[in-house]
């Protein structure tokens, strides 16, 4: 009868002639250091990070910078809330110990807020202009059902299926034109990096 093997077992015979990269592995754990310091950045905007970085092991330092700025890069998303733009002064608190050219980063950062702000503008513009647009025929759906349930009924535009999909249109667009915009954002940031 054949032996039955368990997945541990097999997992092991599989990968018994494979070695392990030490180098590798220390990048990948400087990389998530830097990762974690961001982390630490958002707990506490109070975080002296450019002291955490000086006392970084100097053969690590390159690492741990690298995964600082990809979870930096990977944060730079357009806000849904006004709370979001607040992630724009831990940014800036991060890539200031990252780029060389600080005064073109405070400039850059400035503009960046100005441009979520603009696009939060103009997503309460999206939301407002098609519940304008959809509010007769809500009203209409109100009055109808009224008639029929013989009480007042209230209706939701967003469980209104045509007001969702109106909305969703309009925001899509949206999104695409500002995150073309963001792409060269995050582009102008990535020249600024200093490594």
Do not use: C
């Not at 630490?40 to 700025?69: C, H, I, M, Y």
């Not at 992630?87 to 979520?116: N, P, S």
């Amino acid at each position: 009868m054949a032996e039955i093997k368990s997945a541990l077992e097999l997992a092991l015979e599989r990968t018994k002639d494979i070695k392990s990269d030490p180098e590798a592995l220390r990048r990948h754990e400087a990389r998530e250091t830097g990762k974690r310091l961001f982390a630490q950045l958002v707990k506490d905007p109070g975080f002296d990070l450019k002291n955490a970085l000086k006392e970084t092991p100097k053969e690590q330092r390159s690492w741990v910078r690298e995964g600082l700025f990809s979870v930096v890069k990977s944060n730079i998303t357009l806000p849904q809330t006004e709370a979001d733009l607040d992630r724009v002064a831990v940014m800036e608190t991060a890539l200031a110990e990252l780029v060389g050219d600080r005064g073109a980063l405070k400039e850059l950062l400035k503009q960046v807020r100005q441009f979520f702000q603009q696009y939060l503008d103009d997503r309460k513009q999206i939301f407002d202009s098609v519940r304008r647009q959809y509010e007769p025929r809500i009203k209409q759906k109100e009055q109808q059902l009224a008639q029929q349930y013989g009480r007042p009924v209230k209706l939701d535009p967003a469980s209104d299926p045509e007001y969702t999909r109106a909305v969703q249109d309009h925001l899509e667009q949206l999104d695409g034109q500002y995150r073309k915009v963001l792409q060269q954002v995050n582009e102008h940031i990535q020249t600024l990096y200093r490594e």
